[in-house]
């Protein structure tokens, strides 16, 4: 057995691995209650470094989590966030040795002679589990998301270390209140270890957008999937990265672009359901330019008035309509709504909202870049401290999180295209009855209790 292996196999190695990351969350909290309380100034900037050392070394949630906080403004420091916005989905894979009793376990002593073909080298390595290609005994191509052990008492261990830095950091800066982040980022993590809910999102997702021709969904094996293996179909395509390396035309990337935004919007706005995770792991494109649409395991269902109160607040900021902007932050679940606070989150929401609200084909990019969304963030950071803050609701986290990654997105892509035009085609058949029974209807098909997803 290799020493990675081991350790991995071994309860003292992964205690040793948490002992680290508590450390470094522990130093974390202290630093900044000491520079609050006692005046200690700090080297936020090096610290932060540490931290991102820590969590990028460790196969478990803290990294995941750390990734949606680098995403929601002011939830960390600054430097923290700009450390952890470089964590990476890929992390080093387990040995061959180890995915051999994980199938084991998974489906039994005979679990090989269920694929023709089953590759010992993982294709991507992630913070909860990593994928193998395989092949099916009838020829299929198959990817095979494999779970790493013990995931369920490691969320629990990192939510604890997470929920000790909220407060610490909270006693010193009281503009947001990370309780409700913290409620939301417990649930969707622990969801995401169900790979049996996985599966029924898979195929969710392949009915709400079987009409979309551009858009792919992976096919699920369920014979050979359990709650911690998930079994597919394998979509062949090409990494983002490496496909905009060969200097695709502007046509080409605007039509992927174009086919990412249908996506994720025709998800959310005709069944109030998202894909929580739009970073450019997620996607790969085929040679006609469709997108392979991937990992499904962040997946949320919205209440069908607050996706309405998405659509109220678009038409608010387009027509400057105070009022209006008050009643779409009441259905989003605001409260202690006043007139400062609705400026407030007025102007985190026009930064999100520019591209829809700009009736032009210009970049991303110039409508809202990385410096002016940190100073727009640190704007409304001085203004919460002012009025005393506010607590975010949890349905906010997962939202905000997914603007800003598909935003990013399409920054890579240089998209240029008109956003505020196909936005406004598409909520022009917007239909808050349509969409409650809509969502009733699929959710009932998919095999998910909606109701547990609040």
């Known amino acids: 057995m290799s020493g990675s292996d081991s350790e991995k196999s071994n309860p003292i190695g992964r205690l040793k691995r948490y002992a680290n990351v508590t450390s470094a969350v522990g130093g974390l909290a202290a630093r900044v209650a000491g520079e609050r309380y006692l005046g200690i100034k700090i080297d936020r900037e090096n610290h932060a470094k540490v931290l991102g050392d820590a969590l990028g070394g460790l196969k478990g949630p803290l990294m995941k989590v750390a990734q949606i906080l680098s995403t929601i403004p002011d939830a960390l420091p600054q430097e923290y966030r700009e450390e952890l916005s470089k964590l990476q989905a890929d992390a080093p894979p387990m040995g061959w040795l180890f995915v051999k009793r994980r199938m084991k376990s998974e489906l039994g002593q005979d679990w090989l002679s269920q694929y023709k073909n089953f590759e010992k080298q993982c294709s991507s390595a992630a913070s909860l589990g990593q994928v193998h290609k395989a092949t099916s005994l009838d020829g299929k191509k198959l990817a095979c998301k494999l779970q790493y052990p013990d995931m369920q008492s490691a969320i629990e261990a990192d939510l604890k270390q997470l929920k000790l830095a909220f407060n610490l950091y909270e006693r010193a800066d009281k503009a947001i209140s990370t309780k409700s982040i913290h409620k939301e ?8 270890l169900d790979y049996n809910r996985e599966a029924a999102n898979l195929k969710l997702y392949a009915e709400l957008l079987k009409s979309e021709k551009n858009v792919l969904v992976p096919e699920v094996y369920e014979h050979l999937s359990t709650e911690r293996l998930l079994t597919m179909t394998w979509l062949e395509g090409e990494k983002i990265t490496n496909w905009l390396e060969k200097n695709p035309e502007k046509k080409s990337r605007n039509n992927v672009a174009i086919n990412m935004f ?35 395991g962040s997946i949320r269902f919205f209440n069908p008035s607050f996706v309405e109160g998405v659509i109220i607040l678009y038409e608010a900021l387009k027509t400057e309509n105070s009022k209006l902007a008050e009643e779409a932050y009441f259905k989003w679940g605001f409260g202690n709504l006043n007139k400062e606070m609705i400026s407030v989150l007025s ?28 100073e727009v963030a640190s704007k409304v950071h001085r203004q919460l401290k002012k009025i005393g803050g506010v607590e975010p609701p949890r349905e906010f986290v997962l939202m905000d999180r997914a603007a800003i990654g598909l935003g990013s997105v399409f920054m890579r892509l240089k998209a240029e295209v008109n956003w505020h035009r196909i936005f406004e085609d598409m909520i022009e058949e917007f239909d808050l009855k349509k969409l409650s029974t809509n969502q009733i209807n699929m959710s009932k098909h998919a095999g998910i209790n909606i109701d547990s997803l609040e």
Not at 185 to 192: G, K, T, W
Not at 347 to 374: C, H, M, T, V
Request: without cysteine; negative net charge; hydrophobic residues 35%.
């Open 185 to 192: 980022l417990s649930a969707r993590l622990s969801e995401e």
């Open 262 to 296: 249908k996506a994720w919007y025709i998800p959310f706005y005709f069944y109030g359901v998202i894909h929580g995770d739009p970073h450019l792991g997620n996607y790969s494109i085929t040679k006609n330019e469709s997108i392979n649409l991937l990992d499904f």
């Open 347 to 374: 102007l985190w929401a026009k930064f999100l909202y520019a591209p829809l609200l700009n009736d032009s084909s210009e970049p991303i990019s110039q409508l809202r870049d990385g410096k002016q969304g940190r």
